[in-house]
């Protein structure tokens, strides 16, 4: 299975952006960019996704590298209820979710 | 608010005895997730379902076990209950299992506590 490296904390000042990095370098062409977050008691949440291009929605924006052994979750202004655990995936068979330590991103006021 | 239903939110119960956790997928969703959240292993896939019939396996115990009804509702039964057991269950919910690039939507939760 692909595997997923991300740093294990972040911090940010509100209303600034945040670049979330992850490294996935054993990617196969195949797979899929997943990004999620988790705020405090709370379940999952789904962020973004994307393949090759980069991806933009309400939430976030993804930046994927050219040769897709890494990817940027983009917060272009980070608010307090952004803090939260981001877990950056590459779901296998079956759509099937391994969600590894993630970062775990603190937002200064 | 994910669409996606889960009872009860909170379960306090003893070791040695049996619970069943109960989660009701967003409309239209034919595939349902759990997964288990504890302090020392994290989040971790259990068990799928889709459309009624178990699709892929985690690290799902043999004291546990799942199903999903014709509604398409599903049950995470848990037995023989242990310390270690307690944890946050999700259920998540999908529409369509084989496609990696559709998203989950997971429910809030229930808290397990064995005592």
């Known amino acids: 299975d692909a595997k997923t490296t991300q740093p294990n904390s972040m911090e940010s000042n509100e209303e600034e952006p945040v670049h979330l990095p992850c490294n996935h370098s054993?990617?196969?062409?195949?797979?899929?960019i997943h990004w999620y977050r988790q705020l405090p008691s709370q379940g999952p949440e789904y962020v973004i996704h994307?393949?090759?291009s980069n991806v933009n929605n309400r939430m976030a924006s993804l930046a994927i590298a050219e040769d897709r052994k890494s990817s940027t979750l983009i917060l272009h202004r980070a608010t307090l209820r952004d803090a939260a655990v981001y877990y950056c995936?590459?779901?296998?068979?079956?759509?099937?979710?391994?969600f590894g330590g993630g970062t775990r991103l603190m937002v200064k006021p | 608010d994910s669409g996606v239903t889960q009872t009860p939110k909170h379960l306090i119960t003893a070791t040695g005895q049996r619970v069943t956790l109960r989660c009701s997928p967003r409309?239209?969703?034919?595939?349902v997730y759990w997964y288990q959240q504890s302090l020392d292993q994290g989040l971790q896939f259990l068990i799928q379902?889709?459309?009624?019939?178990?699709?892929a396996k985690g690290n799902i115990l043999e004291r546990f076990s799942a199903q999903q009804f014709p509604d398409l509702h599903s049950e995470l039964n848990l037995s023989s209950l242990e310390l270690g057991d307690s944890a946050l269950y999700f259920c998540?919910?999908?529409?369509?299992?084989?496609?990696?690039?559709?998203?989950?939507?997971f429910g809030p939760g229930t808290r397990l506590t064995v005592l």
């Open positions: 998540a919910s999908s529409v369509d299992p084989e496609s990696s690039y559709n998203e989950q939507f």
């Open positions: 054993t990617i196969s062409g195949t797979d899929y």
């Open positions: 994307g393949l090759t």
């Open positions: 995936i590459l779901p296998q068979g079956g759509n099937m979710l391994t």
């Open positions: 409309s239209g969703d034919l595939s």
């Open positions: 379902y889709y459309n009624g019939e178990e699709r």
